[in-house]
Protein backbone atom coordinates (compact mmCIF):
# COMPACT_ATOMS: atom_id res chain seq x y z
CA UNK A 1 0.00 0.00 0.00
CA UNK A 2 1.09 3.49 -1.01
CA UNK A 3 2.48 6.04 1.91
CA UNK A 4 0.43 9.02 1.58
CA UNK A 5 2.91 12.28 2.41
CA UNK A 6 1.69 14.61 4.84
CA UNK A 7 0.99 17.44 2.23
CA UNK A 8 -1.27 14.92 0.74
CA UNK A 9 -2.99 14.29 4.05
CA UNK A 10 -3.63 17.97 4.77
CA UNK A 11 -4.65 18.43 1.83
CA UNK A 12 -7.62 15.78 2.08
CA UNK A 13 -8.40 17.63 5.72
CA UNK A 14 -8.45 20.54 4.10
CA UNK A 15 -10.77 19.29 1.63
CA UNK A 16 -13.02 17.91 3.80
CA UNK A 17 -13.50 20.81 5.91
CA UNK A 18 -14.15 23.05 3.54
CA UNK A 19 -17.13 20.65 1.86
CA UNK A 20 -17.72 20.24 5.95
CA UNK A 21 -18.41 23.74 6.37
CA UNK A 22 -20.03 24.42 2.85
CA UNK A 23 -22.84 21.44 3.75
CA UNK A 24 -22.65 22.67 7.40
CA UNK A 25 -24.26 26.64 6.65
CA UNK A 26 -26.77 25.13 3.70
CA UNK A 27 -28.42 22.69 5.68
CA UNK A 28 -27.47 23.03 8.95
CA UNK A 29 -25.46 20.80 12.01
CA UNK A 30 -28.34 18.42 12.48
CA UNK A 31 -29.56 18.19 8.78
CA UNK A 32 -26.24 17.77 7.35
CA UNK A 33 -24.86 14.65 6.71
CA UNK A 34 -20.85 12.62 6.75
CA UNK A 35 -22.22 11.41 3.19
CA UNK A 36 -23.15 14.82 1.84
CA UNK A 37 -19.92 16.21 2.92
CA UNK A 38 -17.91 13.24 1.33
CA UNK A 39 -19.60 13.39 -1.64
CA UNK A 40 -19.05 17.20 -1.82
CA UNK A 41 -14.75 16.84 -0.43
CA UNK A 42 -14.72 13.95 -3.48
CA UNK A 43 -14.17 11.41 -0.69
CA UNK A 44 -15.70 8.38 0.67
CA UNK A 45 -17.36 8.53 4.22
CA UNK A 46 -14.76 6.23 5.64
CA UNK A 47 -12.22 8.62 4.86
CA UNK A 48 -13.68 11.23 6.65
CA UNK A 49 -13.52 9.32 9.66
CA UNK A 50 -9.77 8.68 9.44
CA UNK A 51 -9.58 12.34 10.18
CA UNK A 52 -12.27 13.05 12.29
CA UNK A 53 -14.20 11.19 15.28
CA UNK A 54 -17.72 11.95 14.50
CA UNK A 55 -20.12 14.78 12.95
CA UNK A 56 -19.53 16.70 16.21
CA UNK A 57 -16.15 16.72 15.80
CA UNK A 58 -15.93 17.98 12.19
CA UNK A 59 -18.14 20.84 13.18
CA UNK A 60 -15.79 21.91 15.81
CA UNK A 61 -12.56 21.82 13.46
CA UNK A 62 -14.56 23.53 11.21
CA UNK A 63 -15.31 26.18 13.90
CA UNK A 64 -11.05 26.07 15.36
CA UNK A 65 -10.16 26.81 11.54
CA UNK A 66 -12.71 29.76 11.74
CA UNK A 67 -12.00 31.09 14.79
CA UNK A 68 -7.93 30.98 14.03
CA UNK A 69 -8.36 33.04 11.23
CA UNK A 70 -10.46 35.71 12.89
CA UNK A 71 -8.14 35.74 15.65
CA UNK A 72 -5.21 36.45 12.95
CA UNK A 73 -6.97 38.35 10.92
CA UNK A 74 -7.64 40.79 14.13
CA UNK A 75 -4.12 40.58 15.47
CA UNK A 76 -2.90 41.30 12.24
CA UNK A 77 -5.64 44.61 11.50
CA UNK A 78 -5.50 45.81 15.09
CA UNK A 79 -2.79 48.75 15.93
CA UNK A 80 -1.63 47.93 19.47
CA UNK A 81 0.08 51.27 19.15
CA UNK A 82 -2.81 53.30 18.13
CA UNK A 83 -5.01 55.13 20.34
CA UNK A 84 -7.91 53.02 22.09
CA UNK A 85 -10.75 54.62 20.31
CA UNK A 86 -8.98 53.53 16.94
CA UNK A 87 -8.20 49.91 18.10
CA UNK A 88 -11.56 49.57 19.20
CA UNK A 89 -13.32 50.91 15.77
CA UNK A 90 -11.28 49.07 13.92
CA UNK A 91 -12.16 45.47 16.04
CA UNK A 92 -15.94 46.04 15.77
CA UNK A 93 -15.19 46.78 11.85
CA UNK A 94 -13.56 43.50 11.46
CA UNK A 95 -16.33 41.68 13.67
CA UNK A 96 -18.99 43.43 11.66
CA UNK A 97 -17.26 42.31 8.50
CA UNK A 98 -17.47 38.59 9.62
CA UNK A 99 -21.36 38.47 9.49
CA UNK A 100 -20.91 39.67 5.86
CA UNK A 101 -18.46 37.24 4.61
CA UNK A 102 -19.13 34.43 6.57
CA UNK A 103 -22.95 34.88 6.82
CA UNK A 104 -24.18 31.76 6.90
CA UNK A 105 -21.60 30.00 9.28
CA UNK A 106 -22.65 33.01 11.69
CA UNK A 107 -25.89 32.23 11.41
CA UNK A 108 -25.75 28.29 12.02
CA UNK A 109 -23.05 29.34 15.00
CA UNK A 110 -26.33 31.73 16.68
CA UNK A 111 -29.07 29.39 15.97
CA UNK A 112 -27.94 25.91 16.54
CA UNK A 113 -24.21 25.71 18.01
CA UNK A 114 -24.59 28.00 20.64
CA UNK A 115 -27.95 26.95 21.95
CA UNK A 116 -27.25 23.24 22.30
CA UNK A 117 -27.37 21.78 25.25
CA UNK A 118 -23.24 20.98 24.63
CA UNK A 119 -22.23 24.12 24.22
CA UNK A 120 -21.30 25.24 27.70
CA UNK A 121 -17.92 24.23 28.83
CA UNK A 122 -16.99 22.93 25.31
CA UNK A 123 -14.43 23.60 22.84
CA UNK A 124 -16.63 25.51 20.93
CA UNK A 125 -17.13 27.80 23.73
CA UNK A 126 -13.28 28.24 24.80
CA UNK A 127 -12.70 29.01 20.73
CA UNK A 128 -14.87 31.92 21.29
CA UNK A 129 -14.09 33.66 24.41
CA UNK A 130 -10.72 33.52 23.25
CA UNK A 131 -11.94 35.51 20.33
CA UNK A 132 -13.78 37.87 22.44
CA UNK A 133 -10.83 38.20 24.74
CA UNK A 134 -8.96 40.33 22.31
CA UNK A 135 -11.54 43.16 23.17
CA UNK A 136 -11.30 42.43 26.71
CA UNK A 137 -7.65 43.00 26.37
CA UNK A 138 -7.85 45.94 24.07
CA UNK A 139 -10.69 47.86 26.93
CA UNK A 140 -7.80 46.54 29.77
CA UNK A 141 -4.96 48.16 27.91
CA UNK A 142 -6.83 51.52 27.56
CA UNK A 143 -7.37 51.74 31.42
CA UNK A 144 -3.73 51.28 31.86
CA UNK A 145 -2.95 53.97 29.40
CA UNK A 146 -5.92 56.37 31.15
CA UNK A 147 -8.09 56.58 27.67
CA UNK A 148 -10.50 54.68 29.47
CA UNK A 149 -12.32 54.82 32.76
CA UNK A 150 -10.42 52.81 35.56
CA UNK A 151 -14.03 51.78 37.11
CA UNK A 152 -15.12 50.13 33.54
CA UNK A 153 -15.71 46.50 33.57
CA UNK A 154 -14.35 45.17 30.60
CA UNK A 155 -16.24 41.93 30.33
CA UNK A 156 -19.34 44.37 30.20
CA UNK A 157 -18.16 45.98 27.63
CA UNK A 158 -17.26 43.12 25.75
CA UNK A 159 -20.88 41.61 26.34
CA UNK A 160 -22.04 45.10 25.33
CA UNK A 161 -20.53 45.43 21.74
CA UNK A 162 -20.64 41.92 20.60
CA UNK A 163 -24.78 41.90 21.91
CA UNK A 164 -25.03 45.18 20.13
CA UNK A 165 -23.13 43.81 16.73
CA UNK A 166 -24.94 40.39 17.07
CA UNK A 167 -28.81 42.09 17.12
CA UNK A 168 -27.98 44.39 14.89
CA UNK A 169 -26.66 41.88 12.06
CA UNK A 170 -29.34 39.05 12.99
CA UNK A 171 -31.58 40.84 9.97
CA UNK A 172 -29.11 40.13 7.52
CA UNK A 173 -27.86 36.92 8.57
CA UNK A 174 -31.62 35.93 7.89
CA UNK A 175 -31.54 37.74 4.25
CA UNK A 176 -33.86 40.63 5.51
CA UNK A 177 -31.83 43.75 5.39
CA UNK A 178 -28.43 44.44 4.31
CA UNK A 179 -25.60 45.97 6.74
CA UNK A 180 -24.14 49.14 7.07
CA UNK A 181 -20.27 47.85 7.75
CA UNK A 182 -18.82 51.60 7.85
CA UNK A 183 -21.55 53.63 9.43
CA UNK A 184 -22.54 51.09 12.46
CA UNK A 185 -18.95 50.94 12.97
CA UNK A 186 -18.63 54.44 13.37
CA UNK A 187 -22.07 54.86 15.41
CA UNK A 188 -20.79 52.17 17.71
CA UNK A 189 -17.75 53.11 18.25
CA UNK A 190 -18.44 56.92 18.94
CA UNK A 191 -21.56 55.60 21.39
CA UNK A 192 -18.98 53.57 23.52
CA UNK A 193 -16.16 55.50 23.87
CA UNK A 194 -18.21 58.33 24.58
CA UNK A 195 -19.10 56.23 27.79
CA UNK A 196 -16.21 55.10 28.99
CA UNK A 197 -13.18 57.17 27.52
CA UNK A 198 -11.73 60.17 29.75
CA UNK A 199 -10.63 62.27 26.91
CA UNK A 200 -12.16 63.72 23.89
CA UNK A 201 -14.96 61.85 22.81
CA UNK A 202 -14.11 60.55 18.59
Not at 87 to 102: E, G, K, M, N, P
Not at 154 to 160: A, E, F, G, N, T
Not at 168 to 183: F, I, M, P, Q, S
Request: proline content about 1%.
Amino acid sequence: MPVISAQRMQDRVDAILEAAKKVFSEKGFEAASIAEIARSASVSDGLIYRYFQNKRDLLFHVLRVFYERLMLDLEREVDTSASFDRQLHTLISCHLAVFVADTALCRLFISEVRVSRDYQGSAIQALNRRYTSILVDIVAAGIATGEVRADVNSRLVRDVIYGAIEHLAWRHVNGRTGLDLAGTAEDLTRLICGGICTGPRP
